[in-house]
């Protein structure tokens, strides 16, 4: 019983020392990562270090894909902020958490990006509803105990489908898709059957994650694929930091799973040229 309580106490210390150092962050000065814009939040992101292999890439691709992109589990601006900085025409943050969120809005109204950008306080998932949502900042998900976090804190937020949401740009063309929303990315993926079904020259930026603690079979991988595989796009995962992301043929899946089971998250693209 001692234990079960010293867990309790250590929950909710622990719980109470993430929401100071938010508060903490959300009073620092902004910073020059040398990205093009000034941020405020994540340490990494502060200094423009934050997964640099998909900030290169994006550089590469937003000359050629620069009519939208579109940020779901934005988190506190870093990649919305980034498209600003390289010029693509209309850009969308989707984030469900509300501290997040304050970051987001701030770091966009800073860079004065608030002209072209649409931020949304909301979650993407299969269906129009409510989702609640699990722990601090980039572990921030659906799932409690995601990444073996030990938070307790609960919110509940509106939800709506991708294609609903969007309705008005679809069919997508010479745009890109970042879906970062750990874990989740498959009811994500089944809110928008429409976007990636029609898209034209886009390509979907999918996180997918396989953590050993929650999802113990690579069923849901499998099922992420198909809708793209269906719909003619080419598909690469980022398995070396190196900017360069390495073609992948769909029959390999059992190669792909055991990838994630190594890493637990691995980003995917996923391109359609027509």
């Known amino acids: 019983m001692n234990k079960i309580k010293g867990h309790i106490r250590k929950t909710y210390f ?6 100071l150092k938010l508060k903490i962050e959300s009073h620092l000065p902004y910073e020059d990562g040398h990205l093009g814009f000034l941020f405020r939040g994540n340490s990494e992101m502060k200094r423009g270090t934050f997964d640099q292999d998909l900030l290169e890439f994006l ?34 943050a989707v984030e469900p958490d509300k501290i997040n969120y304050s970051f987001l809005s701030k770091n966009v109204a800073k860079n004065e990006f608030k002209d072209k950008t649409e931020c949304y306080n909301m979650g993407l998932s299969q269906v129009t509803g409510y989702l609640d949502l699990y722990g601090f900042s980039t572990g921030v998900s659906v799932f409690e105990n995601w ?13 709506d489908t991708f294609d609903r949401q969007f309705q008005e ?9 970042k879906i970062d929303v750990e874990g989740f990315e498959l009811e994500v993926i089944k809110g928008a059957t429409k976007a990636i079904a029609s898209a034209v020259r886009t390509i979907f930026i999918v996180e ?3 953590p050993s603690n929650l999802l113990k079979t690579g069923s849901h991988v499998a099922e992420v694929l198909k809708f793209f595989q269906r719909n003619g ?16 043929n769909y029959s390999e899946l059992g190669k792909i799973v055991k990838l994630l089971e190594t890493f637990q998250s691995l980003n995917f693209i996923f391109e359609k040229q027509s």
């Open 169 to 177: 740009i679809l069919p997508l063309r010479d745009s890109i898709v």
């Open 147 to 159: 990444g073996g976090s030990s938070s307790k804190r609960k919110i509940r937020v509106k939800a």
């Open 233 to 248: 796009y080419a598909m690469a995962i980022f398995v070396n930091k190196n900017g360069n992301p390495s073609s992948m």
């Open 59 to 92: 550089r590469e691709k937003f000359p050629l894909y620069n009519k939208n992109f579109i940020d779901v589990g934005a988190h506190q601006g870093y990649f919305t902020c980034f498209a600003n900085a390289n010029k693509v025409k209309r850009v969308f």
């Open 208 to 210: 997918i994650s396989l």
């Open 14 to 19: 622990g719980d109470l020392l993430r929401h």
